[in-house]
């Protein structure tokens, strides 16, 4: 019986694509396919994957032209013959025991999805920190939203949990189709845990996210308006599944600070058309009546009423603050120390020394 189908969505990796590979091919747990969707890669991806499947079975290809992330990820979600799916991407890599791990839990606890810390990893110094984004309070038993509905604000990060097919396909839960687009775990993310009824996660840290692949959507700023996309994708379900809808407010938190991560990243020619179509959004959502005491007291009346009412003077002090942000960031990272519960950094001039966790 296959345990676990391991989906890897592939487009122009070379650079990391047999790191990755080799991470899977010797996981603990053996009882796994890895379906590679080649999503038409115009570098030597898919004669790497041609060569790791002519040594492991387990490796299957399917090649394809480029309709995007989404539709690969549900294109091998689909033909999956294992209980649970994993995705990972394939500048990533994990250690070897995280699906081992995962599946264990996942069973002991008859989870629909499992979900694990993670580390993010920095390629040119070799950088590795434990993310702690998964709180001891909700690790280790059963959960859901409804429990605890922080967990909706955790970095989608799909990547680093499995997921029982029968729970997506009951569901119809899937990635949009979007041909070029980015952020599609966005939705995805908010689906799954929102209605969820067995949700385990572990404090463990098993995959290593790289930050500094140039060609990665988290260095992209050109596709920001498929934000807007994913959160309709999100409205609709929630219209569509009422059970959802005491969520409302906190989909409502993650899309304004999801709006407001984008514009730091976005050129700033990009960021005048950008806020006002989140201006829109927004006012549109305050005519409705959905803009609840509870979001006003988290993100701020004076924050709120101008970007609604006085978009281009929100920008103005948006960019503003961005400068004095860039500023202090500057003179912490003169000298720099941070300890946390997850790590130990100390950086001289901005250049790491220690860097423990």
């Not at 309070?137 to 604000?153: F, Q, V």
């Not at 003179?331 to 790590?343: M, Y």
Request: charged share 25%.
């Amino acid at each position: 019986m296959i345990k676990i189908s391991v989906v890897v969505p592939i487009y122009n990796v070379e650079k990391y694509l047999a790191q990755c590979l080799d991470s899977i091919l010797e996981q603990s747990l053996k009882d796994i396919e890895i379906i590679c969707i080649n999503d038409g890669s115009k570098d030597s991806s898919l004669e790497i994957l041609k060569n790791y499947a002519q040594k492991n079975a387990r490796i299957l290809i399917t090649d394809k032209e480029n309709t995007g992330y989404g539709n690969s990820l549900n294109i091998g979600i689909s033909s999956a013959q294992g209980e649970y799916i994993a995705i990972i991407e394939p500048d990533d890599f994990i250690s070897k025991k995280m699906f081992e791990d995962l599946y264990n839990l996942a069973k002991q606890y008859d989870a629909d999805v499992a979900k694990s810390d993670w580390f993010n990893f920095w390629t040119k110094d070799n950088q590795i920190f434990k993310k702690g984004k998964i709180s001891p309070k909700y690790s280790d038993k059963i959960i859901t939203a409804e429990d605890y509905p922080e967990i909706l604000c955790i970095q989608p990060s799909v990547w680093s949990a499995i997921y029982k097919k029968s729970f997506l396909t009951d569901n119809n839960i899937n990635f949009l189709n979007t041909p070029g687009a980015s952020y599609q775990d966005t939705s995805f993310s908010f689906k799954v845990f929102s209605i969820a009824k067995r949700i385990i996660m572990t404090t463990n840290a098993y995959l290593y996210y790289r930050q500094d692949n140039e060609n990665s959507s988290i260095n992209s700023g050109t596709k920001a308006d498929a934000l807007f996309t994913e959160y309709d994708e999100i409205n609709n379900f929630i219209w569509n599944n009422k059970e959802t809808e005491i969520f409302l407010t906190q989909k409502l938190i993650n899309e304004y600070k999801a709006y407001i991560w984008t514009l730091k990243r976005i050129s700033p020619d990009l960021r005048k058309d950008f806020v006002y179509k989140f201006s829109k959004r927004f006012k549109e959502y305050s005519a409705g009546n959905y803009l609840k005491e509870d979001f006003i007291k988290k993100i701020g009346r004076k924050k709120i009423e101008m970007l609604i009412n006085s978009p281009s003077v929100f920008l103005e002090k948006f960019e503003h603050s961005l400068i004095k942000e860039k500023w202090n960031n500057f003179r912490r990272n003169l000298v720099s120390v941070r300890i946390n519960k997850a790590r130990i950094s100390i950086k001289l001039f901005g250049k790491q020394i220690i860097n423990i966790g």
